[in-house]
């Protein structure tokens, strides 16, 4: 919902308003900050499991296992730049590494877990100075069988909690401050096999886990285990698909890394094992207006980067600034996790904006005689993928006035000189653009009688990158469990557009929020043309409507 001031509400309905406009820029992908990575590092540690975390000082603490040895090392660089040294590790001890590990970090305090050689024991080592030093390991738990993965989380004060796999059950063990650990219990989720677990803090702890479920099919499963903040203490939410992978189609997920930067952040492993094998990181995020615990995940996208063991990963803020780091032993990446405003609302010749129920398509024009937006000047996002910020008002008598709430994705940037004159024209669509722009990856389906018509719109626009919510649905959107469909390859706009036409219910954008609601006809005006607020100019057409039919037995 968009909101009016009294002022600006009177300058809309006067004859003699002058329009005013507020455009600005932002490096956002669906309103997410986008996170742009320039590889710091490049050394010659052999590849195996990584882990990376940063401290309230900015330093960066990165944790590796060589496979050949299994001998655990750590690192600390206490200002990280692209000139910083990255080569310097100091041994911890011997671990198991086909567990892999934990890393992460809260305040001055840095945890690491891994499970010793016999593979049966979990330990956990602790440092108070941001890494500096570690403490001799503490073993918190004995499993039963051997441990497949475990991961930790550790807060300021010192309450933390451990996870770990054995047997295809995953295990916890939880702290209060620097008080002693809690007995191990299992969790109430199930899955046949467990190979990868990563963990963070965010509000509860958010847990990445991969591996098998009862059908064998491949999959990495976002889930939430409680702290007392949201959940209570050792609870767990049901498992939520982040991406998986039918028996059979020798495809795999290994689960590596839970971060908060610039937002709730995954990365996994998808491996191939047939002709034309290959081990690809993937990286997906929560959409614009979610959180972890609402397991709203983008469509998972592939980085630049094959390894079998993954990649780290961790944010941070320095001095204001907020950071984001990919880690490997052999590498680092870095990112600003910001995404500043750039205002170019001086330089608008002309914007023109068509809203429709299923379409928003926004162009607008900037003067470029000076060369300010030539492609070595103009602000990043600038490009196509980039968001315009779309305000427009009038001059009111307590100044300019604008209503703010539009977001367009950018398509389409244009430099180009007529009579005479230099101008950029950038072309932008809305929430159904976005969706329009989206594949399904594979064939998607919902069982009848599993999902509300709603949830299953809410899933295919989470998976495109857009927020959809519950306004005032029809009572056929939350009652209809249908079974439904989507193909390989269909694009997001028609998946969502073949179950929408099945209700009464329309969707209202707004940035890349979409609101669920059934129009009534018993609904009061909420504002009229005519009378206070005159009108300019009408255009009515009538058309022919779509018709059809369908016989069903």
């Given at each position: 919902?968009i909101?009016?001031?009294?002022t600006l509400?009177a300058?809309?309905r006067s004859a003699?308003a002058a329009p005013a406009v507020?455009?600005r820029?932002?490096?956002?992908?669906?309103?997410?900050n986008?996170?742009r990575f320039?590889r710091?590092?490049?050394g010659?540690?052999p590849?195996?499991?990584?882990?990376v975390a940063?401290?309230?000082?900015?330093?960066l603490?990165?944790a590796?296992?060589?496979p050949?040895?299994?001998?655990l090392?750590?690192q600390r660089?206490a200002?990280?730049?692209?000139?910083?040294t990255?080569?310097?590790?100091?041994a911890?001890?011997?671990?198991l590494?086909?567990?892999?590990?934990?890393?992460?970090?809260?305040?001055t305090r840095?945890?690491?877990?891994?499970?010793?050689?016999?593979g049966t024991?979990v330990?956990v080592r602790?440092?108070s100075d941001?890494?500096?030093t570690?403490?001799a390991s503490?073993?918190?738990?004995?499993a039963g069988?051997?441990?497949?993965?475990v991961?930790?989380?550790?807060?300021e004060?010192?309450s933390?909690?451990?996870?770990?796999?054995?047997?295809?059950v995953v295990y916890s063990?939880?702290r209060?401050g620097?008080?002693?650990?809690?007995a191990a219990a299992?969790?109430?989720?199930?899955?046949?096999?467990?190979n990868?677990l990563?963990?963070?803090d965010s509000?509860?702890y958010?847990?990445?886990?991969?591996g098998?479920?009862?059908?064998d099919a491949?999959?990495?499963?976002s889930?939430?285990?409680?702290?007392g903040?949201?959940?209570?203490p050792g609870?767990?939410t049901?498992?939520v698909?982040?991406?998986?992978a039918?028996a059979?189609?020798l495809?795999?997920?290994?689960?590596t890394?839970?971060a908060?930067?610039?937002?709730a952040r995954l990365v996994f492993?998808?491996t191939?094992?047939?002709?034309?094998?290959?081990?690809?990181?993937q990286?997906?995020?929560?959409?614009?207006l979610?959180?972890?615990e609402d397991?709203?995940?983008?469509s998972a996208?592939?980085?630049?980067?094959?390894?079998?063991h993954?990649?780290?990963m961790?944010?941070g803020v320095t001095v204001g600034?907020?950071h984001?780091y990919?880690a490997?032993?052999?590498?680092v990446?870095?990112?600003?996790a910001?995404?500043?405003?750039f205002?170019?609302?001086?330089?608008?010749?002309?914007?023109?904006?068509?809203?429709g129920?299923?379409?928003?398509?926004l162009?607008?024009?900037?003067r470029n005689?000076?060369?300010?937006?030539?492609?070595d000047?103009?602000?990043?996002?600038l490009?196509?993928?980039?968001?315009?910020?779309?305000?427009?008002?009038?001059?009111?008598?307590?100044?300019?006035?604008v209503?703010?709430?539009?977001t367009?994705?950018?398509?389409?940037?244009?430099r180009?000189?007529?009579?005479?004159?230099?101008?950029?024209?950038v072309e932008?669509d809305?929430?159904?653009?976005?969706?329009a722009r989206w594949?399904?990856?594979r064939?998607l389906?919902?069982?009848?009688g599993?999902?509300?018509?709603?949830?299953?719109?809410?899933?295919i626009?989470?998976?495109a990158?857009?927020?959809?919510?519950?306004?005032?649905?029809s009572?056929?959107?939350?009652?209809?469990?249908?079974?439904?469909t989507v193909?390989?390859?269909?694009?997001?706009d028609?998946?969502?557009a073949?179950?929408?036409d099945?209700l009464?219910d329309?969707?209202r954008?707004?940035?890349t929020?979409?609101?669920?609601t059934e129009?009534l006809?018993?609904?009061?005006?909420?504002y009229?043309?005519?009378?206070?607020h005159?009108?300019?100019?009408?255009?009515?057409?009538?058309?022919?409507?779509d018709?059809g039919w369908?016989r069903?037995?």
């Amino acid at each position: 919902m968009i909101t009016l001031t009294s002022t600006l509400l009177a300058a809309q309905r006067s004859a003699s308003a002058a329009p005013a406009v507020q455009v600005r820029l932002r490096d956002c992908d669906a309103g997410v900050n986008r996170l742009r990575f320039t590889r710091w590092y490049t050394g010659a540690e052999p590849d195996g499991p990584c882990g990376v975390a940063v401290p309230a000082d900015g330093s960066l603490v990165r944790a590796r296992i060589d496979p050949s040895s299994g001998t655990l090392y750590v690192q600390r660089v206490a200002t990280p730049a692209s000139s910083s040294t990255y080569s310097s590790w100091t041994a911890l001890g011997t671990v198991l590494a086909s567990a892999r590990l934990g890393c992460h970090a809260a305040g001055t305090r840095v945890a690491i877990a891994s499970v010793r050689n016999g593979g049966t024991q979990v330990e956990v080592r602790e440092s108070s100075d941001s890494g500096a030093t570690f403490g001799a390991s503490t073993v918190v738990a004995t499993a039963g069988s051997a441990v497949t993965a475990v991961a930790c989380a550790i807060r300021e004060d010192g309450s933390a909690a451990l996870i770990w796999a054995a047997g295809g059950v995953v295990y916890s063990s939880r702290r209060s401050g620097l008080g002693a650990w809690g007995a191990a219990a299992a969790w109430s989720r199930s899955l046949a096999t467990v190979n990868g677990l990563a963990m963070t803090d965010s509000t509860d702890y958010g847990v990445l886990v991969s591996g098998t479920d009862a059908a064998d099919a491949a999959g990495a499963w976002s889930t939430r285990y409680g702290s007392g903040v949201l959940g209570a203490p050792g609870s767990w939410t049901p498992l939520v698909e982040v991406a998986s992978a039918s028996a059979g189609t020798l495809v795999t997920y290994l689960a590596t890394a839970v971060a908060e930067a610039g937002g709730a952040r995954l990365v996994f492993v998808e491996t191939f094992a047939g002709i034309g094998a290959y081990a690809r990181v993937q990286t997906t995020e929560a959409i614009a207006l979610s959180f972890f615990e609402d397991g709203l995940w983008r469509s998972a996208r592939p980085l630049d980067i094959t390894s079998s063991h993954g990649l780290a990963m961790a944010g941070g803020v320095t001095v204001g600034a907020g950071h984001a780091y990919l880690a490997s032993p052999a590498g680092v990446w870095h990112a600003s996790a910001d995404a500043p405003l750039f205002d170019v609302s001086p330089d608008v010749l002309e914007a023109r904006l068509d809203e429709g129920e299923r379409s928003a398509r926004l162009r607008v024009r900037l003067r470029n005689d000076d060369g300010r937006y030539n492609t070595d000047a103009a602000p990043l996002p600038l490009a196509p993928g980039g968001e315009v910020l779309f305000d427009p008002g009038y001059a009111t008598t307590a100044g300019i006035e604008v209503a703010s709430g539009r977001t367009y994705a950018i398509t389409a940037v244009r430099r180009m000189r007529d009579a005479g004159r230099a101008y950029v024209e950038v072309e932008a669509d809305g929430p159904w653009g976005i969706l329009a722009r989206w594949r399904a990856p594979r064939q998607l389906t919902w069982a009848s009688g599993a999902s509300s018509a709603y949830q299953v719109l809410r899933d295919i626009a989470r998976r495109a990158g857009c927020f959809l919510d519950q306004a005032s649905p029809s009572a056929e959107a939350t009652a209809l469990l249908p079974a439904y469909t989507v193909r390989a390859d269909e694009r997001g706009d028609t998946a969502l557009a073949s179950l929408l036409d099945r209700l009464p219910d329309v969707l209202r954008a707004s940035g890349t929020h979409l609101a669920l609601t059934e129009p009534l006809a018993s609904e009061a005006a909420t504002y009229a043309y005519g009378i206070d607020h005159g009108i300019e100019s009408l255009r009515m057409v009538e058309e022919v409507p779509d018709a059809g039919w369908a016989r069903v037995f």
